[in-house]
């Protein structure tokens, strides 16, 4: 089976779910969300899945496994941005139920629940907030958020009760810590890295930290003809100046990237020297701490630039979210894995938001890299191409097996464990049987269908 080929036809077919536009704009909780829903319900289906929408929006398709008592989840989210690409997000959602129903033609069955998670929203276009679905299953959901309304007017809490959703029960959803097993997100990278590495794959190490702050330069004001050069406070200059020195010591730095992506000038006018330039300075790194004293510099910075310019300055925090770190062993199970079905991959971080940091507050997380041609992402042209989503799925499989081998193999040392807390003349040998079976009955699947 050409499991890329497949995800590129089901891609292409769920990308018409969009508003009339360049590229795909699907938006939480409108007629092409359902529409898309409606998609990845059949999608589900073909792998040997239930489906439920949870009062969220979050679209669940939901396969039991051994006692059911523990659940392995895979997912990423459905929405884009505004004439966006079709594969951002919802490409995780097609390879992952790509990668079950692999699984389910094969007669490969977990030991544990396995469901795959289509989340509402996740880009945060339509409202003033995002990962709602995620932060309902975490408990980490701000009831507050209910209040923010979209460009039309209507808030969340209506959007949601007129998508058949029940914004009173958004606190019940959370799920219990101890029966999930992990969240496994498959993305396209968004950025160059593995382009450039000739590489199809990469393991995400975490998600990168987030600063904003607001910079203000004040100076004064006067006549472009009039004012001499060496009389004025050019508050333009100093931006400038600050500008330039934040770029060069990012560019020195190997763990932050910092951007200026909005700046506004007042009087801004042809003839006027300009006294008040406003900036914004976005820092993200993987390293809190990197993050945190790069931003301390730029305090520095900005603070010898004014007085260079005799400039009155102010520096204000906008927001700062904490880096998430990817599970050290859910990693190195994904990295065996990569190395199984792609040869060779790399770890790199995610310089960009998403769901995995949300799931984070309620299970450990992995993430995994498919190349995109030359990074582009958030726009039309974003493209994956169909034999790394091959590779992808087949990824997704193999580390299914690793995940199933694994829990057979701590389950019984647990119920051994507990056992001999019971029964101290127990032998481990019926769990070491038992333990010995199961690893050896998947590995017997797994030779035969790499053999056919």
């Given at each position: 089976m050409n499991w890329g080929q497949l995800a590129q036809d089901r891609l292409s077919e769920i990308s018409k779910c969009s508003l009339e536009s360049s590229g795909v704009s699907r938006f939480p909780f409108t007629p092409e969300h359902s529409k898309a829903l409606a998609i990845i319900q059949d999608w589900m289906a073909k792998a040997g899945l239930g489906a439920s929408i949870d009062d969220a929006g979050t679209l669940i398709g939901h396969k039991k496994g051994g006692d059911g008592t523990k659940t392995l989840f895979l997912g990423s989210h459905q929405d884009s941005v505004r004439d966006g690409g079709k594969y951002d997000g919802i490409m995780g959602i097609v390879l992952a139920c790509l990668a079950v129903e692999k699984l389910h033609t094969e007669g490969f069955e977990t030991p544990f629940n396995i469901e795959v998670l289509a989340f509402a929203d996740e880009e945060g276009v339509r409202f003033p907030t995002a990962l709602l679905g995620p932060r309902t299953l975490a408990g980490t959901y701000d009831p507050a958020v209910l209040s923010m309304k979209d460009n039309d007017g209507i808030s969340l809490e209506d959007a949601l009760r007129d998508f058949g959703c029940g914004p009173d029960n958004l606190s019940n959803l959370a799920r219990n810590p101890d029966e999930i097993i992990g969240y496994l997100e498959v993305h396209i990278e968004q950025g160059p890295v593995l382009e450039i590495e000739n590489l199809a794959l990469g393991v995400v190490t975490g998600i990168?930290?987030?600063?904003?702050?607001?910079?203000?330069?004040?100076?004064?004001?006067?006549?472009?003809?009039?004012?001499?050069?060496?009389?004025?406070?050019?508050?333009?200059?100093?931006?400038?100046?600050?500008?330039?020195?934040?770029?060069?010591?990012?560019?020195?730095?190997?763990?932050?990237?910092?951007?200026?992506?909005?700046?506004?000038?007042?009087?801004?006018?042809?003839?006027?020297?300009?006294?008040?330039?406003?900036?914004?300075?976005?820092?993200?790194?993987?390293?809190?701490?990197?993050?945190?004293?790069?931003?301390?510099?730029?305090?520095?910075?900005?603070?010898?630039?004014?007085?260079?310019?005799?400039?009155?300055?102010?520096?204000?925090?906008?927001?700062?979210?904490?880096?998430?770190?990817?599970?050290?062993?859910?990693?190195?199970?994904?990295?065996?894995?990569?190395?199984?079905?792609?040869?060779?991959?790399?770890?790199?971080?995610?310089?960009?938001?998403?769901?995995?940091?949300?799931?984070?507050?309620?299970?450990?997380?992995?993430?995994?890299?498919?190349?995109?041609?030359?990074?582009?992402?958030?726009?039309?042209?974003?493209?994956?191409?169909?034999?790394?989503?091959?590779?992808?799925?087949?990824?997704?499989?193999?580390?299914?097996?690793?995940?199933?081998?694994?829990?057979?193999?701590?389950?019984?040392?647990?119920?051994?464990?507990?056992?001999?807390?019971?029964?101290?003349?127990?032998?481990?040998?019926?769990?070491?049987?038992k333990c010995v079976f199961g690893v050896f009955l998947n590995l017997t699947r797994i030779a035969l269908v790499r053999k056919n």
């Open positions: 990168c930290g987030i600063e904003r702050n607001t910079v203000n330069f004040c100076g004064e004001t006067g006549h472009a003809g009039t004012v001499p050069m060496g009389n004025r406070r050019d508050a333009l200059l100093a931006a400038s100046e600050f500008i330039h020195l934040i770029n060069h010591r990012a560019t020195k730095s190997n763990e932050v990237l910092a951007t200026v992506g909005s700046i506004s000038v007042y009087p801004n006018v042809v003839n006027a020297i300009p006294s008040k330039a406003s900036l914004t300075l976005e820092i993200r790194s993987i390293n809190d701490q990197a993050r945190e004293n790069f931003a301390a510099d730029a305090l520095n910075i900005a603070h010898e630039v004014a007085q260079k310019y005799s400039a009155d300055f102010s520096f204000l925090q906008t927001y700062n979210q904490a880096a998430v770190l990817c599970d050290p062993a859910l990693m190195s199970r994904l990295k065996k894995s990569t190395n199984n079905t792609a040869g060779k991959s790399i770890t790199l971080p995610s310089g960009a938001t998403h769901d995995a940091s949300a799931m984070a507050d309620l299970c450990p997380i992995s993430m995994l890299f498919v190349r995109c041609k030359k990074g582009i992402s958030h726009a039309p042209e974003e493209f994956a191409s169909s034999a790394d989503m091959h590779v992808a799925v087949e990824t997704i499989a193999d580390n299914s097996w690793h995940a199933t081998s694994y829990f057979q193999i701590r389950t019984t040392f647990f119920h051994w464990v507990r056992d001999t807390v019971s029964n101290p003349g127990i032998s481990l040998l019926k769990h070491e049987k």
